[in-house]
C-alpha cells in the first residue's frame, strides 16, 4: 500500500457537475468547483498546483455519449483559470484520467470512440495508443469500449477494461506492453480477464502488485470492487471483496482504506484490512471519478 498519507479527497459529481473537495480525514468539505461538464476521471498535480478532469460531453442519449465533443479540462485547485486543453471533435467520450507526473502526460479511454489517447499536459502532442475494433466506424461496438486505464511504468505495462453490454457479463481486463518514452512502442495486447460483469475503473497498489477495480454490473459479483495479483503472466486470484454498491463507478486507496463511488450519490470508506464498508459521503447526484491528494 502507499506509505504515506495524503489528507484530500476530490470527487466528480457527474450530474450536479461539480468537483468537490474533502478534508477525508473528518469529512469536512473544503471546495466545490462549479459548471465542470459531465466528469468522469480526475487527477491533481499539486507541484504545480492543477486538477485535470475529463468532461464526457455535451450530448447525449441516457448514458451513451454519440457525438465527439468530449473534453479535458485544467484548472487551479482552488478552481480558478479553468481551461479546456483538449476537445473539439477530438475524441468521443474520455473516461478514467491518468498522469504521469514525471513525464507531464495524461492518459484516458474513450468509451464511444474505443480508443486510448495520451497527450501532454497543456494539451499539445495528442496520440492515439489504442484504436479497438473496426477502423472508422464510431460510435463503437460496445464490447469494443474502453473505460478503466492504470499505468505500471515500472513493469512497462498499460491496464484497461472494455466492460462490454450492460449487466452483460462480457467485461474484460487487457493489458499491453508500453514503452512510455517519446516515442511509445505499444504490443502485445492480451486479456487478462474475461466474462466479468461489467468492469469499470482501475487502481494499482504497486508496491504489492496488486490490481483493483470496481465493477457496476449485475449481482452477484457486480457493484463490487475487485482484486487479483498481478504476476508476469497476467492476473491471478481474482477476488471480489466488498460487494453491494449501486452502480459502482471510482476507486482510490490510500493507506488504511478504499474510496469506492458510485452512481447513487455516495462515497464509501472501505478498511482496507476488515473490509468494513462505511458511508463517507451521501449527498451527490452520481459520483465518478476521484482522486486523493
Same mark, same amino acid.
Given at each position: 500500500?502507499?506509505? /504515506?498519507?495524503?489528507?484530500?479527497?476530490? *470527487?466528480? =459529481?457527474?450530474?450536479?457537475?461539480?468537483?468537490?473537495?474533502? =478534508?477525508?480525514?473528518?469529512?469536512?468539505?473544503?471546495?466545490?468547483?462549479?459548471?465542470?461538464?459531465?466528469?468522469? &476521471?480526475?487527477?491533481?498535480?499539486?507541484?504545480? &498546483?492543477?486538477?485535470?478532469?475529463?468532461?464526457?460531453?455535451?450530448?447525449?442519449?441516457?448514458?451513451?455519449?454519440?457525438?465527439?465533443?468530449?473534453?479535458?479540462?485544467?484548472?487551479?485547485?482552488?478552481?480558478?483559470?479553468?481551461?479546456?486543453?483538449?476537445?473539439?471533435?477530438?475524441?468521443?467520450?474520455?473516461?478514467?484520467?491518468?498522469?504521469?507526473?514525471?513525464?507531464?502526460?495524461?492518459?484516458?479511454?474513450?468509451?464511444?470512440?474505443?480508443?486510448?489517447?495520451?497527450?501532454?499536459? =497543456?494539451?499539445?502532442?495528442?496520440?492515439?495508443?489504442? $484504436?479497438? !475494433?473496426?477502423? !472508422? *466506424?464510431?460510435?463503437?461496438?460496445?464490447? $469494443?469500449?474502453?473505460?478503466?486505464?492504470?499505468? =505500471?511504468?515500472?513493469?512497462?505495462?498499460?491496464?484497461?477494461?472494455?466492460?462490454?453490454?450492460v449487466k452483460g457479463g462480457q467485461g474484460r481486463i487487457f493489458r499491453a506492453d508500453f514503452n512510455f518514452s517519446s516515442n511509445p512502442q505499444f504490443h502485445n495486447i492480451?486479456?487478462?480477464?474475461?466474462?466479468?460483469?461489467?468492469?469499470?475503473?482501475?487502481?494499482?497498489?504497486?508496491?504489492?502488485?496488486?490490481? +483493483?477495480?470496481?465493477?457496476?454490473?449485475?449481482?452477484?459479483?457486480?457493484?463490487?470492487?475487485?482484486?487479483?495479483?498481478?504476476?508476469?503472466?497476467?492476473?491471478?486470484?481474482?477476488?471480489?471483496?466488498?460487494?453491494?454498491?449501486?452502480?459502482? *463507478? &471510482?476507486?482510490?486507496?490510500?493507506?488504511?482504506?478504499? +474510496?469506492? /463511488?458510485?452512481?447513487?450519490?455516495?462515497?464509501?470508506?472501505?478498511?482496507?484490512?476488515?473490509?468494513?464498508?462505511?458511508?463517507?459521503? /451521501?449527498?451527490?447526484?452520481?459520483?465518478?471519478?476521484?482522486?486523493?491528494?
Open positions: 500500500m502507499p506509505t /504515506s498519507e495524503k489528507n484530500n479527497l476530490a *470527487i466528480l =459529481d457527474i450530474f450536479n457537475q461539480q468537483i468537490i473537495t474533502f =478534508d477525508k480525514n473528518t469529512g469536512q468539505i473544503k471546495t466545490i468547483i462549479e459548471d465542470i461538464g459531465y466528469g468522469d &476521471g480526475i487527477q491533481v498535480d499539486t507541484t504545480n &498546483g492543477f486538477f485535470y478532469w475529463t468532461d464526457m460531453g455535451a450530448y447525449r442519449e441516457g448514458e451513451d455519449f454519440l457525438h465527439p465533443d468530449g473534453a479535458i479540462y485544467r484548472s487551479k485547485l482552488d478552481g480558478s483559470d479553468k481551461l479546456k486543453i483538449l476537445g473539439d471533435g477530438q475524441f468521443y467520450t474520455p473516461k478514467q484520467l491518468r498522469l504521469d507526473h514525471t513525464n507531464q502526460k495524461l492518459y484516458w479511454c474513450d468509451r464511444e470512440g474505443g480508443a486510448i489517447f495520451r497527450a501532454n499536459t =497543456d494539451g499539445s502532442e495528442l496520440e492515439k495508443l489504442v $484504436d479497438r !475494433g473496426i477502423p !472508422g *466506424i464510431y460510435p463503437k461496438h460496445k464490447l $469494443d469500449q474502453c473505460v478503466g486505464i492504470a499505468l =505500471d511504468k515500472h513493469h512497462s505495462h498499460l491496464y484497461w477494461t472494455q466492460k462490454g453490454t492480451s486479456t487478462l480477464l474475461n466474462h466479468l460483469p461489467e468492469p469499470i475503473d482501475l487502481e494499482i497498489d504497486h508496491q504489492n502488485q496488486i490490481l +483493483y477495480w470496481t465493477d457496476r454490473g449485475a449481482e452477484p459479483n457486480g457493484n463490487s470492487l475487485n482484486a487479483a495479483k498481478i504476476t508476469a503472466h497476467g492476473l491471478e486470484d481474482h477476488q471480489v471483496l466488498v460487494r453491494g454498491f449501486k452502480e459502482a *463507478i &471510482g476507486m482510490v486507496l490510500d493507506k488504511s482504506h478504499f +474510496y469506492v /463511488s458510485d452512481l447513487s450519490g455516495c462515497v464509501y470508506r472501505i478498511d482496507i484490512n476488515t473490509l468494513e464498508k462505511e458511508l463517507f459521503y /451521501s449527498a451527490g447526484q452520481g459520483i465518478t471519478g476521484m482522486v486523493i491528494y
